[in-house]
């Protein structure tokens, strides 16, 4: 009788043991299945462009806008590419292309460039307030200059404008 306890007692430590290691295999198992599903997550989450993304701003910057004298008529090209036309009461300036290059929340980057000389750029900056209604030009070796956003079209401000369909 000694040996079959013996034997018993053998078979309880080893059924155990064996239990606890699956147990340990199986939570082992469930944080690797939950770290994948965390950094799938990370993943998923980095694909998605924040708010704070160029094409996110830019959605702010096409548009109109007026201090003054001045008129500011800002259109997209394409994706991350536009235009910017400076307007006055009695004249206004061809179109000039510009890319966003650097968004930092309100506080972009621009690269302005000749669409037949695509390597003569100059950078500028952007600046939008908080709500996204005026928007501060900062040009090389100028001033800044605050612009309002407005609904006024851009031959209501100046009657000689011709859209560039037009010309």
Known sequence: MPAFKRLMMGFL???TLAACEEQQTTTMD????????QVEDVKSREDVPSYKAAKY??????????????????SRDQVSTYTMQ??????YEEERNFEIVEPIDNNLTG?????????????????FNEDHTKL????????????????????????????????
Do not use: C, H
């Open 57 to 74: 701003n830019g959605r702010y910057l096409y548009g109109y806008w007026v201090t003054g004298g001045s008129y500011l008529l800002i």
């Open 111 to 127: 690269i302005l460039y000749n669409a037949n000389q695509r390597n003569r750029t100059t950078t500028f900056t952007l600046k």
């Open 13 to 15: 430590v080893v059924s």
């Open 86 to 91: 400076r307007i006055t009461r009695s004249d």
């Open 30 to 37: 469930k944080e690797n299945v939950q770290a994948k599903k």
């Open 136 to 167: 501060t030009i900062t040009m090389p070796n100028e001033s800044p200059v605050t612009y309002k956003q407005t609904v006024v079209e851009p031959e209501e401000f100046n009657p000689t404008f011709k859209w560039r369909d037009e010309e």
